[in-house]
């Protein structure tokens, strides 16, 4: 068990317990944060799960993969530390991770 | 709580979106969710790609996990609903029961388009629309070698591949000149129909079918040149029927799909209608379109949800769809309905990525992207932006894309 922090593009944070192997866009859409929608079903197929992981956190993450890039990059929002949530698997180590959503998805 | 009511029938894509929203948009009243299968949402997409040859259940599909149901209040019930009285404000499950409602949402979504040839009732022989079907097709996979596709559509290539995957022999029959010829140009076309040869599939264009043959269990398909191949699986993908009967029985406007406003509001101000099965005014193409996709029926969920809870929501997002077939992720942007002209950026005569972008008068409309993920997001935000990339430069693979963006002229700009 353990937390994870989605905070909203207005700042308005939100708190989702952390459930091992699960992805980033499950514990969200389960959760109903706002601004994830995650329509393709965790495919990399949609983009409407980007989020952007908070600095001190990336090493731990790790960063995005070529195929994420590319569903990302042509987001005005791209930021360095832009992921696809739904590529991203929840696991002990990220207990307090933050990460950002963008204004808009894609 | 609030003591207002929504019913949604159907457990869908569209009223998985619809409980999202309503929670969001302010919705205390209850939610009655009623199904007709007896799971909670599911990914439908997935069942001809990974579903169809993998080990995952249904459980693993599902939209929202059963815990978002419980924790945003929404009841399910599973149930057919039979009938909508309009003057009692009430609708009726196959038992019998009346359960009242405050707003009405249809998901109803849709059904295969029957085949109606001789043998259709044979053992082996299976649609492919929700889990059941699924289930049976594995179940008719069992010793089974050689499967036969009629259509030649996304769904029936996507189930082409996935037996593929399994080594199952694969015939597929499209009485059409050439695959999907109903939704994209013939470069894409050709390029598909090299790559289902290239894995091995008989692919047979122009030719129909008569019948299926067999005593219980199918064993060859009959074909309108009259040859005949042997079979022990026959998956039918002609095409889908929106399902409208609940709401013409009930006197709501019917014309291919629920006739819906750009708010998925019927011809009854209580009542709405979202997904596959509705028919909407949509601004952007400016006629009414019924749409089978994903991301239509969550669009068609959020304005529904905004109407309900006093909220201005239009439907407008661009329409976008995927499909996967062997190493192929093919992604596509907009309607290319219309188009005049196309573009290649890659070449489609050769390997197995490229991307084929449509024009209508000048402006870009929808854009086919295969393993071109990065051509999809461009063609999603340039068109939503209305925008009118230069067609020399799109088609030169050189010119980074990033450029045409800012390069592009809006006809109106
Ligand atoms: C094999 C397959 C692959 C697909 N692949 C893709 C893809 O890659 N990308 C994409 O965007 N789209 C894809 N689609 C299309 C997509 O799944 C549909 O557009 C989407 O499911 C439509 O959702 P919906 O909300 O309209 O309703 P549906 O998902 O069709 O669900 C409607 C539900 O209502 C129920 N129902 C109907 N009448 C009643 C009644 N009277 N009482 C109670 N319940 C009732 C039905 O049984 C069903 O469960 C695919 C579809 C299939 C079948
Ligand atoms: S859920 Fe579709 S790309 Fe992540």
Same mark, same amino acid.
């Given at each position: ?106 | 709580?609030?003591? #207002? ?32 299968? %007896? ?20 459980? @693993? +599909? ?16 599973? /149930? ?52 059941? @079907? ?17 259509? =030649? ?7 082409? =591949?996935?037996?593929?995957? +399994? ?13 999907? *010829?109903?939704?994209?140009? %013939? =470069? ?28 219980? #269990? ?29 709401? #013409? ?28 099965? /509705? ?9 009414? +379109? ?14 529904? /949800? ?10 407008? /997002? ?12 093919? #992604? ?67 010119? %980074?894309? =990033?450029?045409?963006? *800012? ?7």
């Amino acid at each position: 068990m353990g937390t994870i922090t989605f905070v909203e593009h207005d700042g308005t944070s939100h708190d989702v317990d952390l459930v091992d192997g699960e992805s980033l866009m499950e514990l969200a859409t389960s959760n109903g944060v706002p601004g994830i929608d995650g329509d393709c079903g965790g495919e990399a197929a949609c983009g409407t799960c980007h989020v952007i992981v908070d600095d001190a956190w990336i090493a731990t993450t790790g960063t995005r993969s070529d195929e994420e890039t590319q569903m990302i990059e042509m987001s005005p929002e791209c930021a360095p530390n832009s992921r696809l949530s739904c590529q991203l698997k929840a696991r002990s180590e990220l207990d307090g991770l933050r990460v950002h959503l963008p204004e808009f998805q894609m | 709580m609030g003591t #207002q009511r929504v019913v949604i029938v159907g457990a869908s894509h569209a009223s998985a979106q619809l409980c999202v929203s309503l929670r969001r948009d302010g919705w205390d009243g209850e939610i009655l969710l009623i199904g007709d299968e %007896p799971s909670l949402p599911y990914h439908r997409p997935p069942l001809s790609k990974t579903f169809l040859a993998g080990t995952t259940t249904i459980e @693993d +599909l599902h939209i929202r996990k059963p815990e978002f149901y419980e924790k945003e209040q929404v009841a399910f019930r599973h /149930a057919r609903v039979t009938r909508i009285s309009r003057e009692a404000r009430t609708v009726t499950l196959d038992d019998g029961e009346e359960l009242g409602y405050d707003k009405l949402v249809l998901c109803l979504g849709a059904r295969p388009r029957p085949l109606s040839i001789p043998g259709m009732e044979l053992a082996g022989v299976h649609y492919l629309r929700d889990a059941a @079907d699924i289930t049976a097709i594995r179940d008719s996979l069992a010793g089974a070698s050689r499967a036969v596709i009629v259509g =030649a559509g996304y769904i029936g290539l996507e189930a082409a =591949a996935s037996l593929r995957k +399994l080594g199952v022999e694969v015939t597929v029959l499209e009485v059409a000149e050439r695959v999907l *010829q109903r939704v994209t140009a %013939p =470069a894409v076309s050709a390029f598909y129909d090299r790559v289902h040869r290239e894995e091995g599939v008989d692919l047979r264009l122009g030719v129909g079918v008569l019948a299926l043959e067999g005593e219980d #269990q199918v064993t060859s398909v009959r074909l309108t040149d009259d040859d005949h191949i042997a079979a022990d699986l026959v998956i039918v993908g002609v095409g889908v029927l929106p399902n409208v009967e609940l709401a #013409q029985d009930a006197g709501l406007a019917v014309d291919n799909g629920i006739v819906v406003d750009a708010h998925g509001r019927t011809d009854d101000p209580d009542i709405f209608a979202a997904g596959d099965c /509705a028919n909407h005014y949509d601004a952007r193409y400016d006629r009414r +379109l019924r749409l089978e996709c994903v991301s239509n029926a969550v669009e068609h969920a959020k304005s529904v /949800a905004g109407a309900i809870c006093g909220k201005d929501k239009p439907i407008s /997002a661009l329409p976008w769809f995927w499909s996967d077939q062997y190493d192929l992720k093919l #992604q596509i942007a907009g309607l290319s309905t219309g188009y005049d002209t196309v573009v290649l950026r890659g070449d489609p005569a050769a390997g197995r990525a490229f991307a084929c972008f449509y024009f209508a008068d000048g402006r870009l409309v929808a854009a086919d992207c295969v393993n071109n993920a990065k051509e999809f997001m461009f063609s999603k935000r340039a068109i939503a932006e209305g925008l009118s990339p230069d067609r020399s430069m799109l088609a030169d693979p050189g010119t %980074p894309l =990033a450029s045409l963006l *800012q390069a592009s002229t809006s006809p109106t700009g």
